[in-house]
């Protein structure tokens, strides 16, 4: 049986990070191949950039790596951009991602992601930390 493919929201993998975190725990399922996580080159990027500005260079350089390297991080190129979210064209980026790589879910705690729930096609699974927390533990 496959791992679940999660796209997350950069605030999502943002808490988990520091072992100090109650989230700790996603880390560490994608550290020990339990999640399988996809990416972009956009994602990528935007997780350094916050990381960065959150923790430190070092630690967005050492995330950033581990992402790269990881055999159970997919790494994606879209070649079609949706543009289905109009209140935050970045949050793009996300869905862009999950449609390329056939991702089971979109995790966030975004409400800009809401307006997915409406659209019938491309069909994408958006779900909260907690439905999160309910499929993984």
Same mark, same amino acid.
């Given at each position: 049986?496959?791992?679940?493919?999660?796209?997350?929201?950069?605030?999502?993998? /943002?808490? #988990?990070?520091?072992?100090?975190?109650?989230?700790?725990?996603?880390? @560490?399922? !994608?550290?020990?191949? $339990?999640? %399988?996580?996809?990416?972009?080159?956009?994602?990528?990027?935007?997780?350094?950039?916050?990381?960065?500005?959150?923790?430190?260079?070092?630690?967005?350089?050492?995330?950033?790596?581990?992402?790269? /390297?990881? #055999?159970?991080?997919?790494?994606?190129?879209?070649?079609?951009?949706? @543009?289905? !979210?109009?209140?935050? $064209?970045? %949050?793009?980026?996300?869905?862009?991602?999950?449609?390329?790589?056939?991702?089971?879910?979109?995790?966030?705690?975004?409400?800009?992601?809401?307006?997915?729930?409406?659209?019938?096609?491309?069909?994408?699974?958006?779900?909260?930390?907690?439905?999160?927390?309910?499929?993984?533990?």
């Amino acid at each position: 049986m496959r791992n679940l493919k999660f796209v997350l929201d950069t605030n999502i993998l /943002l808490v #988990s990070i520091s072992d100090e975190s109650q989230f700790h725990w996603i880390f @560490n399922k !994608i550290k020990n191949k $339990k999640i %399988d996580l996809v990416i972009s080159n956009d994602i990528l990027t935007e997780y350094n950039e916050i990381i960065s500005q959150k923790f430190n260079f070092f630690t967005a350089e050492y995330v950033c790596e581990f992402l790269s /390297l990881a #055999s159970n991080v997919h790494k994606v190129t879209p070649y079609f951009f949706w @543009n289905l !979210i109009d209140a935050d $064209k970045d %949050d793009n980026k996300f869905v862009d991602c999950a449609i390329a790589s056939n991702a089971d879910y979109i995790v966030t705690n975004d409400k800009h992601f809401d307006v997915l729930k409406n659209i019938e096609f491309p069909k994408i699974n958006i779900i909260n930390f907690n439905e999160f927390t309910a499929i993984i533990k």
